[in-house]
């Protein structure tokens, strides 16, 4: 006999949890996800990072919007982006978009950028753009924390559970598993990499979404230096970044390589390709990966998150094409939807931040 729902998650990293938790107060949430456990794939490889000057404009709005509820998972690590010695220009242009937004955004020179961290060359651009305060997320703790608060409101997680149906009866939808059938007035699709396959099992057009792969390692630091103090510091022109993960050094290639969803691994050229570059930019020597990794950032078009019911079938709302962003944004794209589902607006804060539906609307992928 299929078991009712007031509402079915599909996925069980950030977006999943978050949304589920925002639901579960108001009615019995069941969330699913196809691994043996939860944010197994890009929640948690996510560089963990606050950026209020990250991405298009409704982006950075949606940060500024989960500051208050990060604000307990955060931890000062400054931005310093820097670039090549002809790129002045670039940067300068950065800090300005950045004031626009974010005041504390400032300009800097080369010595005040080594002065935050010594390692950097004395041949890149007499300039830098520092973001003071931007921070790294405890995406661990924030996870657990949406888990725990979905839990104490009564829902249900149910691990090593694809969705291998899912279509529309009458006036709800039935969505099948390997073990459970469950009858439900609300489909949340919030499958990360997987949304478009999703769609796809429920007969529904997709919105376009690519995941791109993001390859990370780390190193250990130079010996004899505390890199614990110093910033994330990120080339201009996306060629790398690298930041402290306690005294050793996370490292990125910063690449976007188109991928089918999958579980992604590390390519060794990548993380070759990151080393060089970034001991070209610096003083490290880097030499020794303890660990490498790699994650699907998902992206439609025109990058910004994808929150809103689809117009070709009732009840099924997207919470998707989260991209880099999925983990500063989460708090405020979870309420966005659940005010959907729940009163079919955003909620007056993010409105009055200038944050429109239409601009988080599926129909606009289309």
């Known amino acids: 006999m299929p078991r009712r729902a007031g509402a079915v998650v599909i996925g069980g990293g950030i977006a999943g949890v978050s949304i589920a938790h925002e639901l579960a107060e ?3 949430v069941v969330l699913l996800e196809q691994e043996e456990q939860l944010a197994h794939h890009t929640t948690g490889r996510s560089a963990a990072a606050y950026l209020e000057t990250y991405g298009p404009t409704p982006v950075r709005r949606l940060t500024l919007a989960s500051r208050s509820f990060l604000d307990p998972f955060l931890s000062p690590r400054p931005l310093l982006w820097i670039g090549a010695a002809d790129r002045v220009d670039a940067l300068i242009e950065v800090a300005e978009a950045g004031r626009a937004l974010v005041s504390s955004v400032q300009l800097i020179d080369l010595d005040a950028a080594r002065a935050r961290c010594p390692a950097l060359r004395s041949n890149l651009a007499d300039a830098a753009v520092l973001e003071p305060d931007a921070m790294d997320i405890d995406v661990a703790a924030l996870h657990q924390t949406y888990v725990q608060g979905m839990r104490a409101r009564g829902s249900e997680i149910h691990r090593s559970s694809p969705v291998t149906a899912l279509e529309r009866v009458g006036d709800h939808w039935s969505v099948t598993t390997p073990h459970d059938v469950f009858d439900t007035d609300l489909v949340v699709n919030a499958a ?50 690298f930041k402290p993960e306690g005294p050793q050094l996370l490292c990125s290639l910063a690449d976007e390589t188109p991928s089918p ?20 930019a610096t003083t ?18 025109d990058r910004t998150p994808v929150v809103g019911f689809d117009g070709g079938a009732p009840g099924f709302l997207w919470l998707a094409a989260q991209g880099g962003y999925g983990i500063q944004t989460a708090p405020a794209l979870a309420r966005a939807a659940a005010g959907l589902a729940l009163h079919g607006e955003l909620p ?10 239409g ?6 992928c289309r």
Do not use: K, M
């Open 348 to 357: 007056s804060e993010l409105i009055d931040l200038g944050i429109s539906a």
């Open 261 to 280: 969803p999958c579980d992604a691994t590390a390519e060794a050229l990548d993380v070759a390709l990151a080393i060089e570059r970034i001991n070209d």
């Open 284 to 301: 490290l020597d880097l030499r020794h990966v303890r660990r490498a990794w790699a994650g699907l950032r998902s992206f439609v078009a």
């Open 359 to 364: 601009e988080l609307s599926p129909a606009r």
């Open 192 to 241: 990360g990499a997987w949304c478009d396959v999703i769609a796809a099992l429920a007969g529904l057009e997709p919105i376009g979404l690519q995941p791109l792969r993001r390859t990370a390692f780390t190193c250990p630091a130079p010996e004899g230096v505390d890199v614990r103090p110093w910033p994330l510091v990120a080339d201009i022109d996306d060629r790398f970044y």
């Open 26 to 28: 108001h009615t019995n």
